[in-house]
């Protein structure tokens, strides 16, 4: 515990001289840096060599930090009592004296939200007086790092500091919905997007319009090993590296599993480190098996969609 604390001490250093560093969460690395700093926001961008105009998500540690840069409604509430602190992420309208920078939104009136459930990450924002944007942390469109050492990989010492807590329990970034007309989700994550439906549709008059917003992480291109991916893939070409649900009887030096058992959550949980170890083991291409398209495996399928495209 006093490491952590140490830790979170030297985190909150950079965090308040405007840096960035790595924060872990339940669903993957983030690079974090304070999201009413111009300066910081910046640097995020710049790291990541992220495009100005894909938006941030801003992390807060609960619901009364909110309140100040962001207008709530009940639906809002509703849905954050149920799955909040967790994998969610919602889409806001910002108030006009909301101190959140410009550039974490790309000038325009609405911001992702979200409050991680990761201890270490509460910890940190209960301590700090402003949210934090933290996108994925790695280079813009590649693979989202779920331990330390995925973070380190990618930036090496051009990022200062690195707050470590383990490996991220879910694997695969946020749910996103939109909560500004009427709610849809943008992305699908870590929560059943049956949950979600079933709440908002107990809350929710269904003639309010769909209003299109840009989040982050729902770009063309993303995700990617930087080598091509074939989906739906009954088996693997010669040198091709396959990766399955579940474990086979038979035994090829090509085969990587994503779990034992045909474990959805499992398989969220290790897709990312999988497609690391792939590439760093040389494959010039990817064949991934057909994953059912339930509960999470609907985030599984729009990662390794989005991995897919040229």
Request: charged content about 30%; hydrophobic content about 35%.
């Amino acid at each position: 515990m006093k490491k952590n604390d140490s830790n979170i001490k030297k985190a909150i250093k950079y965090l308040n001289n405007n840096e960035c560093i790595a924060i872990p969460t339940e669903t993957v690395y983030g690079l974090a840096g304070n999201a009413y700093s111009d300066k910081a926001v910046s640097r995020v961008y710049k790291l990541k060599k992220r495009p100005r105009s894909n938006p941030l998500i801003a992390h807060y540690y609960s619901i009364n930090n909110l309140k100040k840069d962001c207008e709530i409604d009940n639906t809002f509430i509703k849905l954050y009592k149920k799955f909040c602190p967790g994998p969610i992420s919602f889409v806001l309208k910002l108030k006009k004296k909301s101190r959140i920078s410009k550039i974490i939104t790309n000038n325009s009136n609405s911001v992702a939200v979200r409050f991680p459930s990761h201890p270490l990450a509460r910890k940190l924002l209960k301590k700090i007086n402003y949210p934090l944007a933290a996108p994925s942390a790695n280079i813009s469109t590649s693979i989202s790092p779920v331990s330390k050492k995925d973070v380190v990989d990618e930036f090496g010492p051009k990022l200062k500091f690195v707050l470590d807590g383990g490996s991220s329990k879910i694997g695969l970034e946020s749910t996103i919905i939109n909560l500004i007309g009427k709610p849809n989700i943008l992305r699908f994550g870590g929560i059943n997007s049956k949950l979600i439906y079933k709440l908002i549709n107990s809350l929710e008059n269904k003639k309010k319009k769909k209003i299109k917003i840009k989040v982050p992480g729902t770009s063309k291109l993303h995700y990617s090993p930087g080598i091509p991916v074939r989906l739906n893939a009954k088996k693997n070409y010669q040198n091709e590296a396959y990766i399955l649900i579940k474990k086979r009887k038979k035994l090829d030096k090509n085969y990587f599993y994503i779990s034992r058992t045909g474990n959805l959550k499992q398989a969220a949980k290790n897709l990312y480190k999988t497609l690391r170890i792939v590439k760093k083991n040389g494959y010039k291409k990817i064949a991934i098996e057909k994953i059912p398209n339930i509960n999470i495996g609907e985030a599984i399928n729009d990662r390794i969609l989005r991995a897919s495209k040229k």
